[in-house]
C-alpha cells in the first residue's frame, strides 16, 4: 500500500501562485509515475501534470507554461508549483501515483478568485 497526503492549497487571487506538495509513504519501491489531476465541481477529473521517476514530465496544454512539476526522491514527495493562476484553476487537486496500482490521495481545495 501507499499513502498519499497532500498540503499546499487555499485561496489566492488571480495572478497569484501557490505550491502543493504530495509525500508519499508505504510500498514506495512499486510507483513508477506521480502526478496531479484536479476536478471542477460538475466536471470529471482531468489531467495536470504527472512526472517518472526518471524526471520526465507531461502537462495538461491548459497549465503549460504556468505550472511545473517536480520531484524529490530523497523525501518522496511531488511538487506542483502554480503560477499565474486563474479563475478556471479552481478545483480540488489530487495527487496519484502509479505503478503496480494506482493511488489516490485525500485532494487539497484550490480556489482563484478576487
Known amino acids: 500500500q501507499v499513502q498519499l497526503v497532500e498540503s499546499g492549497g487555499g485561496l489566492v487571487q488571480p495572478g497569484g501562485s501557490l505550491r502543493l506538495s504530495c509525500a508519499a509513504s508505504?510500498?514506495?519501491?512499486?510507483?513508477?509515475?506521480m502526478g496531479w489531476y484536479r476536478q471542477a465541481p460538475g466536471k470529471q477529473r482531468e489531467l495536470v501534470a504527472t512526472i517518472s521517476s526518471a524526471g520526465n514530465t507531461n502537462y495538461a496544454d491548459s497549465v503549460k507554461g504556468r505550472f511545473t512539476i517536480s520531484r524529490d526522491n530523497a523525501k518522496n514527495t511531488v511538487y506542483l508549483q502554480m503560477n499565474s493562476l486563474k479563475p478556471e484553476d479552481t478545483a480540488v487537486y489530487y495527487c496519484g501515483a502509479w505503478g503496480s496500482k494506482t493511488y489516490w490521495g485525500q485532494g487539497t481545495q484550490v480556489t482563484v478568485s478576487s
Open positions: 508505504g510500498s514506495i519501491f512499486s510507483i513508477h509515475i
